[in-house]
C-alpha cells in the first residue's frame, strides 16, 4: 500500500483522503468537475488549519499531508494505485458503471474499494473482471477523525484482498471490524432501526421528543439522542437508509410516516420541551429492545460477531457501551422481556434463536476480546479491545491464556504472534480495577489477579514454539510486560513503551523488574522503572528489548518470511560497547553504587544537564514504589527467573496497602500526585 486512489472529493472523499495522506500515503483524488476537486481540496486545508490552531499538528505537518494528495478529474491518473475506494452518489448503476471504467484503466493488481453504506457489494462488483479484487469499506462519518472501518467482502473476495484492507486498515489507523455483505452491513443495521423506533415513539404519542432524547441519553450513556443525531447527520440520509433496510428485511424496518413527513417538510427536529420523567421507563424499553432484537438477529445471521458489533457502537458511534455488553449489564431475562414485547407489533418477526437459547440457559453472552485464528501454519492471538487501548483486566488476562492454549495446542502451528487491533498495544492493566480492589479491601483480588497474570506470561515464555509480539502502538506497564515473555518483539518506528508504575505509587508487577534486568542489565532496568521514560521502538531495539524494527507497510510480511525461512531470532541485550553513547552514560549512572544517591535526590543539584534531569524525573515519582522497585530488582537479579518473579507478588499488598498507591492511582487523567511516602 503505497499509492491510494480516492473517487468523489465531497465530504467523505475529502475526508478519506486527508486521513490516508496523514498516514504517509500518496492520494490521487478524483472527482468529475475542476469545482468539485477544488471545493475538496479546500475542505481539506480548512479541517487541517482547526487542527494547527487547536495545536494538535504543525503547520508544516499540514503543508506534507496536503502535498500528497494530487487533485484532478482524470481518472486515468489512478491506473497505478493499489486500492481506489469510491466515495459517490449512493445509486448501483452509477457505481458500477464507474467500476466497470475503472476495470478498463487501473492496473490488474488494484483494488477496488465501495464506501457504500447500504448497497450490496456483491452487485456493485458483478460490473468488473475482478470480482476477487473487490470490497466494500465503509468508512463513518467524519472519516478523518472517526476510527471505524467496517470490511465488508463480497462472496468473490479474496483472503489476499482482505488481507490488503486490514493492511490499509492498519497503516490509517483505523480500527476495523469483518463484516458480511448484507444489508446495513453491522453498525447501520442496529443504528438507524434505532432512529426510527424513536420516531415511531413520537408518533403514537408515546413521549414528546425532548422526553425521549433524554430517556435515551440516560439509557445508552450518550451524548446525543435520536432526533439530535438526526439533525447532525441529516434526516434525509435516515430516510434513505430507513427504506434501504426495509427492502432487505420487511416492514419492521420501513421508515415511519413521521420521519417521512419531516423529511418533506426539509426541516429539522425541533428538541425543546417539557421533558416527563415518568416516560423513561416505556421509551428506554422500546429503544433498548430494538437494539437487543437487532443485534442479537444479526449476529445469529453471521453478519458480525458479538465483541465487532459492541466495537462497532462504540468506536463508530461513540457509545459508552456496545448493544452485547449493555444486554448483559441490563441482564438476558430483562433483555429478552424487551424484545418479546417489542414485536408484539409484529408477529412476523420471531425472536432470534441465539437469544432465545441465552434466556434459556439463564446465562449472560460469552464475549471474547482475545481470539485465535489460524494463519497457514501461524497461530494469532489478537486482543481486541481497542476502545480501553486493549488494557489488561481479569477477562482479558483469562481469555489471552485461553486462546495462547490454543494456538499451542494446535499440532499445525510453528509460530504463535500475539498483536492486538487499534493503535495500542496493551496500554498497561485496567487501573480502575486496581482502584476498586484497595477500596473495596480486596487486595485478595489484586494479588490473584496479578499471580494468575504471572502464571500466563510464564507459560508464553515457556512455550515450545516460536512466540512473537507484533507491536505497532503503545505498550505500557502490563502490555510491556506481556510483550518481554514472547521470544521475539517486532516493532514498527510507531510503538513506543515504557514502565509507568512508580509514577501512580506502584511497580511492575508482570515480570517487569525480572525479565528487563535479565535482558538489559539492572542498571537500565532501574532506569526505565524508576524513570517511567517511554521510549520509541528504535531506542528500545538499540538496548535490547525490542528484536527487530520494520516499516509498518512491512512487518506483516517480514514476519511471515522470517518465519518461514526460520531466521526470526531474539535479539535481546547488548554488550556495554554496543549500546549508543546515552545509553551508556546512563548504565553507569545506575551502577549500583549510585543507587542510593538516586533515590534520595543527591543528583537534583548536578551539573550534568541529565543527570539533573533524570532527578527531577525521579523525584516526582512514589518513594515507597521506587524503593520496593530497587529492593525486588536486585533480590530477584541473583535467583533463577521464576524465583524472582516471586519477588514481586511477596510485596504486592505492602505496596496496594500504602496511602501512595491509592492517591497515584486515582490520579490517573488529572493533575500530578503529590506523594507522601507512606
Request: aromatic share 6%; net charge negative; charged share 30%.
Given at each position: 500500500m503505497k499509492k491510494i486512489g480516492i473517487i468523489g472529493a465531497g465530504n467523505m472523499g475529502a475526508g478519506i483522503a486527508q486521513k490516508t495522506a496523514q498516514e504517509g500515503l500518496s492520494v490521487v483524488m478524483v472527482d468529475i468537475k475542476p469545482e468539485f476537486v477544488e471545493k475538496g481540496m479546500n475542505t481539506i486545508k480548512s479541517t487541517l488549519k482547526e487542527a494547527v490552531e487547536r495545536k494538535i499538528i504543525k503547520k508544516?505537518?499540514?503543508?506534507?499531508?496536503?502535498?500528497?494528495?494530487?487533485?484532478?478529474?482524470?481518472?486515468?491518473?489512478?491506473?497505478?494505485?493499489?486500492?481506489?475506494?469510491?466515495?459517490?452518489?449512493?445509486?448501483?448503476?452509477?457505481?458500477?458503471?464507474?467500476?466497470?471504467?475503472?476495470?478498463?484503466?487501473?492496473?490488474?493488481?488494484?483494488?477496488?474499494?465501495?464506501?457504500?453504506?447500504?448497497?450490496?457489494?456483491?452487485?456493485?462488483s458483478q460490473s468488473t473482471k475482478r470480482r476477487d479484487r473487490v470490497i466494500g469499506l465503509h468508512f463513518f462519518y467524519h472519516p478523518a477523525k472517526n476510527r471505524l472501518l467496517e470490511i465488508i467482502p463480497g462472496p468473490e473476495t479474496s483472503a489476499d484482498t482482505v488481507a490488503a484492507s486490514k493492511e490499509y486498515s492498519q497503516l490509517t489507523g483505523k480500527t476495523d471490524i469483518i463484516v458480511k455483505d448484507a444489508g446495513g452491513f453491522a453498525v447501520n443495521r442496529f443504528f438507524v432501526p434505532w432512529l426510527n423506533e424513536a420516531t415511531r415513539l413520537l408518533e403514537e404519542g408515546v413521549a414528546n421528543i425532548a422526553t425521549i432524547e433524554k430517556a435515551a441519553k440516560n439509557a445508552f450513556g450518550i451524548g446525543m439522542g435520536p432526533f439530535e443525531l438526526m439533525n447532525v447527520t441529516g434526516i434525509p440520509i435516515a430516510c434513505h437508509a430507513t427504506s434501504g433496510l426495509a427492502q432487505a428485511f420487511g416492514p419492521f424496518y420501513a421508515t415511519s410516516e413521521i420521519l417521512k413527513a419531516q423529511n418533506q417538510k426539509k426541516e429539522l427536529w425541533p428538541l425543546d420541551g417539557e421533558v416527563d420523567e415518568s416516560k423513561f421507563e416505556q421509551v428506554a424499553d422500546r429503544l433498548l429492545g430494538v437494539i437487543f432484537y437487532v443485534a442479537t438477529a444479526l449476529y445469529e445471521e453471521g453478519v458480525a460477531d458479538m465483541t465487532d458489533t459492541d466495537l462497532g457502537a462504540k468506536v463508530g458511534l461513540r457509545w459508552t457501551i456496545g448493544p452485547f455488553e449493555l444486554l448483559n449489564k441490563i441482564g438476558v431475562e430483562k433483555a429478552y422481556n424487551q424484545v418479546k414485547n417489542l414485536l408484539k407489533a409484529w408477529p412476523d418477526y420471531k425472536i432470534p434463536g441465539v437469544l432465545e437459547a441465552q434466556y434459556k440457559a439463564g446465562k449472560p453472552f460469552d464475549l471474547r476480546y482475545v481470539k485465535y485464528t489460524k494463519d497457514g501454519d501461524i497461530g494469532r492471538v489478537m486482543i481486541s479491545r481497542p476502545d480501553a487501548m486493549n488494557a489488561l483486566n481479569e477477562t482479558i488476562v483469562k481469555q489471552i491464556d485461553e486462546a495462547f492454549t490454543k494456538a499451542e495446542a494446535d499440532p499445525d502451528t510453528k509460530a504463535i504472534i500475539i498483536e492486538a487491533a487499534g493503535k495500542a498495544f496493551v496500554a498497561g492493566a485496567d487501573i480502575k480495577f486496581f482502584v476498586d480492589c484497595i477500596k473495596e479491601n480486596r487486595l485478595d483480588r489484586n494479588y490473584h489477579f496479578t499471580s494468575y497474570g504471572q502464571d500466563v506470561l510464564n507459560r508464553i515464555d515457556d512455550s515450545g514454539k516460536l512466540v512473537i509480539a507484533k507491536?505497532?502502538?503503545?505498550?505500557?506497564?502490563?502490555?510491556?510486560?506481556?510483550?518481554?515473555?514472547?521470544?521475539?518483539?517486532?516493532?514498527?518506528?510507531?510503538?513506543?513503551?515504557g514502565f509507568p508504575e512508580t509514577g501512580i505509587g506502584i511497580y511492575p508487577g508482570l515480570g517487569g523488574t525480572q525479565r528487563t534486568s535479565?535482558?538489559?542489565?539492572?542498571?537500565?532496568?532501574?532506569?526505565?522503572?524508576?524513570?517511567?521514560?517511554?521510549?520509541?521502538?528504535?531506542?528500545?531495539?538499540?538496548?535490547?528489548?525490542?528484536?527487530?524494527?520494520?516499516?509498518?507497510?512491512?512487518?506483516?510480511?517480514?514476519?511471515?518470511?522470517?518465519?518461514?525461512?526460520?531466521?526470526?531470532?531474539?535479539n535481546k541485550g547488548k554488550d556495554a560497547a554496543a549500546l549508543p553513547e546515552d545509553w551508556r552514560k546512563l548504565?553507569?549512572?545506575?551502577?549500583?553504587?549510585?543507587?542510593?544517591?538516586?533515590?534520595?535526590?543527591?543528583?537534583?543539584?548536578?551539573?550534568?544537564?541529565?543527570?539533573?534531569?533524570?532527578?527531577?524525573?525521579?523525584?516526582?515519582?512514589?518513594?515507597?514504589?521506587?524503593?520496593?522497585?530497587?529492593?525486588?530488582?536486585?533480590?530477584?537479579?541473583?535467583?533463577?527467573?521464576?524465583?524472582?518473579?516471586?519477588?514481586?507478588?511477596?510485596?504486592?499488598?505492602?505496596?496496594?496497602?500504602?496511602?501512595?498507591?491509592?492517591?497515584?492511582?486515582?490520579?490517573?487523567?488529572?493533575?500530578?500526585?503529590?506523594?507522601?511516602?507512606?
Open positions: 508544516e505537518q499540514a503543508d506534507e499531508i496536503v502535498g500528497r494528495i494530487h487533485g484532478t478529474t482524470d481518472k486515468n491518473e489512478v491506473k497505478d494505485c493499489d486500492l481506489v475506494i469510491e466515495a459517490i452518489f449512493e445509486d448501483l448503476k452509477v457505481k458500477q458503471d464507474l467500476f466497470a471504467e475503472l476495470d478498463k484503466i487501473c492496473d490488474p493488481k488494484t483494488i477496488f474499494a465501495t464506501n457504500t453504506s447500504s448497497l450490496s457489494v456483491d452487485e456493485i507491536m505497532d502502538g503503545l505498550a505500557l506497564g502490563g502490555g510491556f510486560e506481556l510483550a518481554l515473555s514472547t521470544d521475539v518483539i517486532v516493532a514498527t518506528p510507531k510503538a513506543v513503551m535479565r535482558f538489559i542489565g539492572k542498571e537500565l532496568a532501574k532506569y526505565l522503572i524508576f524513570t517511567g521514560r517511554v521510549i520509541s521502538a528504535n531506542d528500545a531495539n538499540s538496548i535490547g528489548l525490542v528484536d527487530h524494527v520494520f516499516a509498518p507497510d512491512e512487518i506483516e510480511s517480514k514476519i511471515k518470511s522470517l518465519v518461514a525461512e526460520g531466521k526470526l531470532k531474539p548504565k553507569e549512572f545506575f551502577a549500583d553504587k549510585n543507587i542510593a544517591s538516586w533515590l534520595s535526590g543527591k543528583y537534583l543539584d548536578n551539573s550534568d544537564p541529565l543527570a539533573a534531569k533524570t532527578a527531577k524525573i525521579i523525584a516526582s515519582k512514589a518513594p515507597l514504589a521506587l524503593k520496593f522497585a530497587n529492593d525486588i530488582i536486585d533480590k530477584g537479579f541473583e535467583k533463577p527467573l521464576k524465583e524472582g518473579l516471586k519477588e514481586e507478588l511477596a510485596h504486592l499488598n505492602e505496596i496496594f496497602s500504602t496511602k501512595d498507591a491509592l492517591t497515584g492511582l486515582t490520579s490517573v487523567g488529572k493533575a500530578a500526585p503529590k506523594y507522601e511516602g507512606k
